[in-house]
């Protein structure tokens, strides 16, 4: 056999083993979002959520340990504080790349991000937008990202990057049930939430550390508690607008 042919049926080989990875994470990814797509309402509830209050954070003095189901694995969740966070949802990702190709530990437990704001970011979304655009992305170094831009005109701008970063949250989260997640999946851009459970640290089986949350709303970058100011929430129950889920 030349060269040539040999060339040809490795180029056919590499192209079917392309097209069934794609169809295997088109077929997971739509098998993942239906598992969780009809949440059952917990309860209804009259009062609104208040997007002008700080996170509500109360640490933990004794350790503390629950067990927590990826899509895959199974991990331990060191609960590093009771936390609860309500605003205005400027960001969501579910869209984790190839789902089965490039998943790590951290990706299987995590199954979903928000970007949310609080404070005077959240009153008035429409200047908010006019300022500041934002997006929650999966970098290539499987690095999950929240960025924001300011917009042009620089020189009237309503906030500080100070106040933008200390009442902003990209926040990793992991649902205490299938209920929950169908609830957070529910959750669209701009839509006032409310979010309840504990800030955890993770960890696989074998006590390897899969990740640490950050505990501060004031830290900005990776040499950060939680390796880049993120958040690492375990949910046990999410309130969009008057329906709430657990």
């Known amino acids: 056999m030349d060269l040539d042919k040999i060339w040809d049926i490795f180029c056919k080989l590499c192209l079917a083993a392309l097209i069934l990875i794609v169809i295997n994470s088109i077929l997971g990814d739509i098998t993942f979002r239906i598992k ?20 509500v954070q109360t640490n933990l003095k004794q350790e503390k340990y629950v067990r927590a189901y990826g899509e895959k694995n199974i991990y331990a969740l060191k609960l590093q504080a009771e936390y609860s966070i309500s605003g205005l949802v400027i960001t969501k990702n579910t869209n984790f790349w190839l789902r089965d190709v490039m998943r790590n530990n951290f990706d299987d437990i995590c199954l979903m991000d928000i970007g949310i704001v609080w404070g005077d970011l959240a009153s008035n979304p429409k200047k908010l937008y006019k300022h500041w655009k934002f997006k929650s992305k999966k970098t290539l170094g499987s690095s999950r990202r929240l960025s924001w831009q300011s917009k042009p005109p620089y020189d009237n701008m309503p906030w500080s990057l100070d106040y933008v970063s200390s009442h902003i949250s990209h926040t990793h989260l992991i649902p205490a049930n299938p209920n929950v997640m169908g609830g957070l999946l529910s959750i669209k851009k701009n ?23 950050s505990m501060s709303r004031y830290d900005k970058d990776s040499t950060s508690r939680g390796y880049g100011a993120c958040e690492d929430m375990y949910v046990k129950q ?7 889920y657990k």
């Open 36 to 55: 969780y797509s009809f949440p059952k309402i917990s309860s209804t509830t009259k009062q609104q959520i208040a997007t002008d209050k700080e996170p």
């Open 191 to 213: 839509d006032i939430v409310k979010l309840d459970g504990y800030l955890v640290d993770i960890y696989t089986e074998k006590s390897e550390t899969v990740a640490l949350t």
């Open 238 to 244: 999410v309130q969009v607008g008057n329906k709430i």
